[in-house]
């Protein structure tokens, strides 16, 4: 495969254009303008990405938490070809369904074990979040218990950015576009040791960041909570990690209230922790789980969420339709190339290989990190990871006083020496693909020092202006 070539005045053409016509998603519209243009992306294999300029970048952030599979997969482009060829499209809603529908939800199952065997497919993170919101809802109707209506869920935390599912979120930003969140979401503290209580001891601080479940329950009162949603590793809030215990402990609250407990595995499902979901490695069993991004390895847009048989077979006792889904439920394209991901994934043990061998080496890796006095904390779980930029050596402080200031500068240097991360506030974030090598880790790890090191100057302005 050869990079698209475009001249300078294409280049140049489709960024004017990009601005004139094309609003991208979670974007500053006038930075876009200011800039002329977005960055265009013409190729990827492996874990690398090119752009219109010539420039080849590792993508330590699998596209959007969600290439696992890694980039210029032949046969995940072969399944979508065929089954468009054999049925490009059809719904669900008339008492009807596809092969790769009905076999990816199999597939699914077998994944997730236990009591979780039955799959609503959807296009997205969000809509997964938006499908487990009313069929909770509804479920609790049906059980007797209609005033069972408010969820739980943790500030910072990403559920998506639909109106449900950003007001199931817990990010202030957006919450402050819309009017959101709407009622009957309430929202406790983040288990984010480094940021909210640095230096306290882990295993107080899980059963104290635990504890406010139960302290939000008994305010609004047990018998009007639903469920409670969190996300088995915090991603779009920083890669948070929770302390040992936490969700141990998060579980026991939510059977001890009898309160629905939904695990939202879009970023860390599908091998991203080492194993095919996140509760798995923390040893919890949810009743409802979401899941999109890996499911495809981001190669078409496809998410499903995953309900417990108990309440599947409350549904089915009660009779009548739940009346909700989309165009695109159970799309049989989306699904076909889903299945192929799956059978790459297990066939390439790349789920055990996280586990067993990259995760352990990045973990490893980042440990080069920890003695440079911009870094507060050098942290990962299987194939993610994020760094803490700070102010002072042995502290969580961050620069002129506020966080935010020195992510984007650290960021913005890491891509132009070719290394795509995220800055989130001031946690330089990554979670590449599963088929990243020891090469391109140990690459990802001295690319982030130097560009610490590049930064210094920089930053130490910003230590002077506070």
């Not at 990010?171 to 406790?188: D, F, R, S, T, Y």
């Not at 469920?227 to 215990?245: L, M």
Request: charged share 20%.
């Amino acid at each position: 495969m050869t990079t698209p070539t475009l001249s300078a005045q294409e280049i140049a053409n489709l960024r004017q254009l990009d601005v004139a016509h094309h609003l991208p998603g979670q974007s500053d519209y006038r930075l876009q303008a200011e800039l002329g243009g977005s960055r265009l992306i013409v190729r990827a294999e492996g874990c690398t990405i090119h752009d219109a300029d010539g420039n080849a970048i590792l993508d330590a952030h699998a596209g959007l938490w969600c290439v696992n599979a890694g980039y210029g997969r032949e046969e995940l482009a072969r399944a979508a070809y065929e089954q468009m060829r054999e049925l490009p499209y059809y719904n669900t809603f008339f008492k009807t369904a596809s092969v790769p529908v009905v076999r990816l939800a199999t597939e699914v199952a077998l994944r997730l074990g236990g009591d979780l065997q039955h799959v609503f497919f959807n296009s997205s993170g969000s809509e997964a979040a938006d499908t487990a919101f009313r069929l909770v809802r509804h479920y609790w109707t049906v059980k007797g218990q209609p005033k069972r209506r408010i969820f739980i869920s943790r500030w910072n935390a990403y559920h998506g950015s639909t109106v449900a599912a950003a007001s199931l979120g817990g990010m202030k930003p957006m919450h402050a576009q819309g009017g959101l969140p709407i009622p009957g979401v309430e929202h406790i503290m983040q288990p984010y040791l480094f940021g909210d209580a640095f230096g306290e001891d882990p295993a107080k601080f899980a059963a104290r960041a635990a504890a406010a479940l139960e302290e939000r329950i008994l305010s609004v009162g047990p018998e009007n909570v639903a469920a409670f949603i969190g996300e088995p590793v915090q991603g779009a809030g920083g890669v948070i990690i929770p302390p040992p215990g936490y969700w141990q402990q998060i579980e026991a609250i939510c059977r001890k209230y009898g309160i629905l407990l939904i695990s939202d595995e879009v970023i860390c499902g599908f091998g991203r922790l080492g194993r095919w979901f996140g509760f798995q490695h923390f040893g919890v069993k949810p009743d409802i789980v979401t899941m999109a991004k890996g499911l495809s390895s981001g190669y078409l847009p496809i998410s499903a969420t995953a309900v417990s048989q108990p309440i599947v077979a409350t549904l089915r006792e009660s009779g009548g339709e739940f009346v909700h889904g989309y165009t695109y439920s159970g799309h049989p394209v989306c699904a076909a190339v889903a299945l192929k991901n799956l059978e790459i994934l297990s066939r390439e043990r790349l789920v055990e290989r996280t586990a067993e061998d990259t995760g352990p080496y990045i973990a490893k890796a980042l440990e080069r990190l920890r003695g440079h006095h911009l870094v507060g904390e050098a942290r990962s779980l299987g194939l993610i990871g994020g760094i803490e930029i700070v102010a002072r050596p042995g502290t969580n402080e961050r620069f002129a006083g506020q966080e935010g200031t020195a992510g984007p500068i650290v960021r913005d240097i890491c891509i132009r020496r070719g290394l795509m991360v995220r800055a989130i506030r001031d946690t330089i974030v990554f979670c590449p693909p599963l088929i990243i090598t020891h090469a391109e880790i140990d690459r990802l790890v001295d690319t982030i020092r130097a560009a610490l090191d590049e930064a210094a100057p920089a930053l130490n302005s910003l230590r002077q202006a506070a």
